[in-house]
Structure formats: C-alpha cells, structure tokens
C-alpha cells in the first residue's frame, strides 16, 4: 500500500501514545500516575457543563456555526482578554478551531511555503515539529547555554538562515519556563525590525505559580501593527481538554487566510464546545484560582520532597 510521503514522513505524537498507555493500565487496575499529556486532573466545573446541556435543550446545537466560531463566542473572548491584560482586541481578530492544537496546524500550512524556517527553544512541544513538517518548513530548535531554557534575541541574531517564524511557547511545555516581560518585549522587537512571525503560544498562561508573573503579548504589541500571533484556548485553565475548543488572534488577513482553510477542515468547531466555551469566559471564574492553587500546592510538595 503506497501512502503519501507527507503521513509516512511525520511520527506520531509521544505524548498521546504515552497517554493512551497510562489509561490502558488504568483500566487494568494498575495504579498509574500519568504525567503523559498536559492535562488537568479535575472534572469540567459543573456551570460550562450545564451551559452546553442548555444550548443542546435549547436546540442551540443541531447545525453548522460559522467556520471562524460563533459570534458570541469570539466577543467572549475579546472580553476575557480585556478581562485579563486591559487591551481590547475587535472579533475581526479573532478565529476559533477545534482546540489550540488545530490553531497551530492551521497557522504553519497558512504561514510557511516549502523551506521556510521557524524557530523554537528546546526542548518543545512534540507537534511543533510535525506540524512545520507538513506544512514543508524547517524547524530549528535552539538549545540554550544556559539553565534557562528559552529563546533569546541573541540566539535568534546568531541564525545563519532567514527566519519566517518564531515560536515562544510561555509557560512552556515540557519545561514550566515563563519569559519576562522584558524578554517577549525583545522577541516581538525583534520580529518587527525582521519582519519575522512572533506566534506566542499561551495556552498555559493562567497557570503560572509562586508569584511568578505572566505576560502576554498581547500587553505589549498592537496586535493589527505587528507581526505578532496569539494562540490559547480553554483546555487547560477550564479543565476542558476533551471539549477542544481553541483560537488565534491576529491581523485580520491572517485570521481570513485562516478560515478559509477552516472552512475546509472542519467547517466549525463542535457548537456544543462553543456554548460550553462562552459560560467559561463568562461565568465565575473562582475555579481557575481553585484549579491552579492545587496544582501549585502540588507543585511546592513534591519540590519539597
């Protein structure tokens, strides 16, 4: 059987198959700390569940959204970004898809022709590097000199290749590392002078600990001037992994381009998981504060020990 170069040439995702193992053992009984795939132990909170009931009780759910999400969806999340960081961003800027993961797909078939280089700082997320893969780029991957473990205007100067991408995953996953402020603001400069894409990666960006300080990009740069692009998405701050609902803001002839590929993906994202993804921008945000001051007690128990 002759598949495509494309299928055969990528691997399949580590962490998923680690996950799927860790739940095999699981149903056999084995006790299994699974630490495979970054996802929250606690149960969706209880109001974004029922507000998805409502909607389907509503017959809310029965046929196709927008390719770029519902329209109340996207001012939800202009809100929660206001909500946030105090900068407002119109919905023009914004597109929906089926989880952040799907945000990343998208933007590299929709930023990168055959050869085109993206950087990131090792290690990374295992599917930035298939998704550059398949969108016919080149990944590079800079090991730091140093404990820090994140990327730098240094390392970048220092490339021998033109970039057309940069990655910053904050905080990052697999290693926790948070940039400063001070350290995006470089990158975003950087990528203005060089006319590079800074895509700044935040889905981890309400779970940060211990005093430590989270910046978005969006604090920084003017989102419609700059060649800046934020993905983040309600997986992991809502407990919502399995809901997969996710977004991109940018210049609107990204988000355009965008949905156009979109439109031919997955037409929209699941309008149950929209519904469910407005109460959690909406409604009481209590649980998040719960859910990561849990993950930070666990965090300073087992550095402890």
């Given at each position: 059987m002759n598949l495509s170069d494309r299928v055969t040439a990528i691997t399949a995702s580590p962490t998923l198959s680690m996950n799927a193992l860790a739940k095999e053992m699981q149903s056999q009984g084995i006790d299994v700390i699974n630490l495979g795939v970054g996802e929250p132990d606690f149960q969706t909170p209880q109001n974004i569940a029922e507000a998805a009931i409502a909607a389907i009780k509503a017959e809310k759910t029965s046929f196709y959204t927008p390719s770029s999400g519902l329209p109340a969806l996207k001012q939800a999340i202009t809100d929660r970004m206001y909500a946030r960081y105090q900068v407002r961003v119109g919905t023009e800027n914004v597109t929906v898809t089926t989880g952040a993961k799907?945000?990343?797909?998208?933007?590299m078939q929709t930023l990168l022709n055959p050869g085109d280089v993206v950087v990131t700082a090792a290690p990374e997320w295992v599917s930035y590097v298939e998704q550059v893969k398949l969108a016919g780029g080149k990944l590079l991957e800079v090991h730091s000199k140093n404990d820090a473990l994140k990327l730098t205007v240094a390392d970048l100067v220092n490339l021998s290749e033109p970039v057309k991408a940069v990655i910053i995953n904050s905080p990052t996953n697999p290693t926790g590392q948070v940039y400063s402020r001070e350290e995006i603001q470089h990158i975003l400069?950087?990528?203005s002078e060089n006319d590079v894409?800074?895509?700044?990666?935040?889905?981890?960006?309400?779970?940060?600990?211990?005093?430590?300080?989270?910046t978005s990009g969006l604090q920084l740069a003017d989102i419609n001037t700059s060649n800046m692009i934020i993905v983040d998405g309600v997986s992991k701050a809502y407990a919502m992994t399995g809901w997969r609902i996710g977004w991109t803001i940018a210049q609107p002839k990204i988000i355009q381009a965008m949905n156009k590929l979109l439109g031919h993906l997955t037409s929209n994202p699941t309008a149950a998981a929209q519904y469910a993804a407005i109460e959690a921008l909406n409604g009481d945000q209590t649980t998040v504060e719960t859910m990561r001051q849990a993950f930070e007690d666990r965090l300073n128990k087992t550095f402890d020990e």
């Open positions: 799907l945000a990343l797909y998208t933007l400069d950087w990528g894409f800074i895509i700044l990666d935040e889905i981890y960006g309400q779970l940060v600990y211990n005093g430590v300080t989270f």
